[in-house]
């Protein structure tokens, strides 16, 4: 069975020393109460749930899946009691705001900790992981009768929440959905239709499940345009419609199926039947899909911390592996004579592996914690431009961090099995289950092509570039700040090359665009993946700056220092280079992906 | 449930219109028999099978797996009496000599119809594929009286074979193995060992199975140069030692435990366990590990054809997904106005997906069948230094085949599934059985790390490059050939500059490796992946050609021939720009691969 460590010395790396997390928690709001004295032990404390309450759980939950019975999902033996803790610990209200029952903490210090959960237990992680966005959506759109019926429970965990968006013939496209929402004579609305894909849509961890839900009302306009937002609970609070309290009377909510599906079996992925269930608007009619961008928006970037906590889990695992399997004699000579053969870490192409999951799961960790600024300071930050500035970067980051991180955390789980070689293949090892888990991250939630065309269509391009120039200028000025540095200038070189030729490739890509917006979607998925690696370029320099000073200041811990730089080095000569292709790609254009019919594609088999 | 077409017309093209296969047949000794209606009549039958036969049992197989019930393994539903209409066909001996029984039809006719079979049903092509290394490695090695024990029973089918190489604790490296083989007072041996990862161990499909197993004699000399060979059978032929005929006495061989894996749940993963098990040498003693390499290097081409399959198999079924799924409205503009929405084949992204499993598949099967005629030429050709030169880029090409196949299988079967979107992730579908099917083929018959180091150290550095230049001067010839060719520039221009920096790559690895062997190891992956781009690259280059001229001479099937040329001008654009990355990657070297101690690699969670 697996085994699992939160990064806690890394993070720690990370919020103290290169992201000045003290710093920047000292001046939000509450921020008094995020002490790092307070910070480090919450961050203890989760690395010791997930390791010690959720991990022994993750390998039968993957054997043992949901069941559904008598329209009651079963969840595998020991999720609802390792939830039950969860809620006990007080962990599902960690960020939420005081006057719902929460713990005022900044919501960053959830991103740190979603690592560690998805890193020993995604299944499980799913289920209260859907309420954050849930929480969010009724916060900011909610009435404050809804706020009052269920934030407090979704806070305090007791009852979780869900997005209700799939349904069979529509994902992406939203416009197309079919649920319908009636008025009823209470002043609420009777929701009818199917949805699909509905994560934890139904399961035994809690009391009640509160669904948000988009549906359209009867006047509504065509397409995107006409979707509402309907809060849809599986039981109704005791007084209709929205008073709060004791779990009252079931509504016409229920689950018609579970899915059969490749991985993260421990959690209930439900086709979840409305039928004439008793829902209320929440935000404005025909306003409900920017609400739901809401808790996209969180969604996405717990999507991408997903890929990073499995890249983790995987690169630990590879590790102890790699160390302890001796299989032949190092090329350069015996390494470990009085073993029968080397351990296999000798060999410079399973240290190639490893160093990929290792670079990328340290650079996503980057990625993700100053992302995680940008999610306080978006929200809290005094000043309004400074608000704005983190608003702008953060949507510009959101789809690199879900697609990025999703990705190479495919990749870099995949580098895992292939360490242990044959073993990896088998589930008993656990390592293929980390593969298999990822591979949904790449889908749900928008898939990757989604994510690129938001990056550069959405983000990029529609603001002719603006967005991206708030980015680049940040990487120029510490390229700028460093260009005397010798220690960094194998960094900082290729850096600046790489930030320029960003803007130079988003210019030719508008360029075309202005003749054929097919050129958008031609270059967007290469696009994105040219961003992420430059976006993890300037974290990775940043990361050799500040454990280059930490050594020349004789700070202790060389090791772990001397460690980063030579991780950094990894990843700019055997990492950073991909860019290489990407950028031919995104220029080669469009042209050869149109020149097929659709019938032409099967030429070669239909005959 | 996926549906699956033989791609005869694309064989036909790489066949007859590319690679002059009905002049190469007429070549080789007995070729009379492998006219072209002939072939084409098999290759037809072969599609049928593959599509009616073996099809609808692969999703079952996937869901049923194989049981193991009082040592007997019993296989999915259907797999038996599908193995029975197999042999009723004739088809395990189709390549075998007729002495043996065999059709005596060219070995490369196999790989056309393995690749049918491997996109069909992959678990169940396991159980015949490992017979015909079996019967090679006997046929090459074996006695006489071997011979007629065991080969005409393998070449009809009647029973299988396999290769029991792996021990729990050595794979890779087979000199630690502890299996041993005791003489025993009949003039035979006593093998005693466990074996795992035994494909097609045990089955109900045959009445019994002959198992080539690598063991060790009492005086055998340390490490890989005192393994020997032996023939075990299940149950021993009538009259031991090796008369052949009716099955006789049960050996003491047997099936300890079922593994649990990722994919391929159809073919029963075997623990093998022999206890004094009655087995006969095979070739001279200690020269086990050379007589396995002649089952070994077959069973390596075996594999990449694996990973062609499922390209193959996952493209078709999502080229027809993107054909009628609809969902949102290509960004140029509506397509489909009487429709909600668009066929997301509309959409770049979803082009470049498909685009790239076509390109791979395509390009995959010329890579196959132009190993096929070395296949032949290196055992047939009438000509010695033909023969020779056929072995030579046989061995080159092996390990490119083996391992570029397989992971670029991998990443196709994984652009089936993002197709899907979040259906992919779906077992119904089919998609997500692809990928984990396709999993395994990048570890078996020696993981892509092992087939980089026998391309970059066995094969290229260690003839000093000269096995690497019989197959670049195949591709500056026909460079030069083209030179004043308009239709080819956009073809030829890039793949002469490959050809070349290929031949510059080897020189910087070479030197560097001179002074440090791991810089072998740490070039090696890139080196290989950088090698298969190239070798399609000249396929596709002059498939390009083959195109371009069918339709300047007017031969009719005029769409074939420009989607061809269409898929060439995307494989050049959009996947050979990957070279650049793996280029600069070789160059970089192994400094920073190696500068870590075993410990510093994991300062970032222990503590």
Chains 1, 2 share one sequence.
């Not at 032949?328 to 009085?338: D, I, Q």
């Amino acid at each position: 069975m697996p085994d699992y460590q939160a990064p806690l010395r890394d993070l720690r790396f990370v919020m103290d020393e290169l992201l000045d997390y003290p710093g920047h928690y000292a001046g939000l709001p509450g921020g008094e109460d995020a002490s790092p004295d307070v910070i480090a032990a919450i961050l203890e404390e989760g690395g010791r749930f997930a390791r010690e309450v959720l991990l022994p759980l993750n390998q039968r939950g993957d054997q043992e899946g949901c069941v559904l019975e008598g329209g009651e999902v079963k969840t595998p033996q020991g999720f609802k009691e390792a939830y039950a803790q969860y809620v006990d610990g007080g962990w599902p209200g960690l960020a939420a705001e005081p006057e719902f029952g929460g713990q005022g903490l900044p919501a960053s210090l959830n991103l740190a900790l979603s690592e560690m959960i998805c890193s020993s237990n995604l299944a499980w992680g799913m289920y209260p992981g859907l309420s954050h966005g849930a929480a969010d959506a009724l916060r900011h759109h909610g009435s404050d009768a809804q706020k009052a019926s269920y934030l407090s429970k979704l806070v305090e965990g007791v009852w979780t929440g869900t997005m209700c968006l799939t349904e069979p013939h529509c994902g992406t496209d939203l416009g197309l959905i079919k649920t319908r929402a009636v008025p009823d004579d209470e002043g609420g609305y009777r929701i009818t239709g199917t949805k699909i894909f509905i994560s934890a849509g139904e399961h035994d961890l809690t009391e009640n499940i509160v669904h948000l839900v988009l549906a359209k009302l009867p006047d509504a306009p065509e397409g995107s345009r006409g979707i509402s937002l309907f809060v849809v609970p599986k039981y109704l609070p005791e007084s209709l419609p929205d008073a709060g309290g004791r779990v009252g009377e079931r509504n016409g909510v229920s689950c018609g199926s579970l899915e059969h599906k490749m991985g993260i079996h421990g959690n209930a992925t439900c086709v979840i039947n409305f039928d004439a269930a008793k829902g209320y608007l929440v935000g404005p009619e025909h306003k409900g899909l920017a609400c739901m961008f809401t808790m996209m928006n969180e969604a996405r970037i717990g999507v991408g911390i997903q890929g990073l906590g499995l890249m983790e889990a995987s690169f630990q695992n590879a590790l102890a592996y790699a160390r302890d399997r001796l299989q032949m004699r190092a090329l350069s000579g015996t390494k470990a004579a009085a073993k029968p053969a080397d351990p296999i870490i000798v060999h410079p192409d399973v240290r190639r592996m490893l160093l990929t999951q290792k670079a990328l799961a340290e650079g996503g960790r980057m990625l993700v914690m100053y992302t995680g600024q940008l999610v306080d300071l978006a929200e809290h930050a005094s000043d309004a431009a400074e608000r704005e500035r983190a608003e702008t970067l953060l949507g510009l980051l959101t789809p690199i961090v879900k697609a990025f991180l999703t990705e190479l955390g495919f990749e870099a789980t995949n580098e895992g099995v292939q360490v242990f070689g044959g073993h990896g293949f088998i589930a008993e090892w656990g390592m293929e289950q980390f593969v298999r888990d990822a591979r949904i991250t790449r889908l749900y939630e928008g898939t990757t092509g989604i994510q690129a065309l938001d990056l550069l269509g959405r983000k990029v391009l529609m603001s002719q570039g603006e967005t991206l120039k708030v980015f680049t200028k940040e990487i120029h000025t510490f390229c700028q700040a460093q260009a005397d540095n010798d220690a960094l200038k194998g960094y900082v070189e290729p850096l600046s090359r790489l930030n320029a030729e960003w803007g130079e490739l988003t210019m030719a890509v508008g360029m075309k665009a202005m003749h054929d917006r097919d050129e958008v979607g031609a270059a967007s998925v290469d696009y994105l993946l040219y961003s992420g690696y430059v976006a993890l370029a300037y974290l990775w320099a940043r990361a050799a700056d500040t454990a280059s000073q930490a050594l020349a200041a004789g700070k202790g811990d060389e090791a772990f220092y001397r460690a980063k730089l030579a991780t950094a080095d990894f990843y700019f000569q055997r990492l950073l280079p991909r860019t290489r292709g990407h950028a031919e790609m995104i220029r080669a254009g469009g042209v050869s992906l149109m020149a097929l019919s659709a019938d032409e594609f099967g030429l070669g088999f239909e005959i």
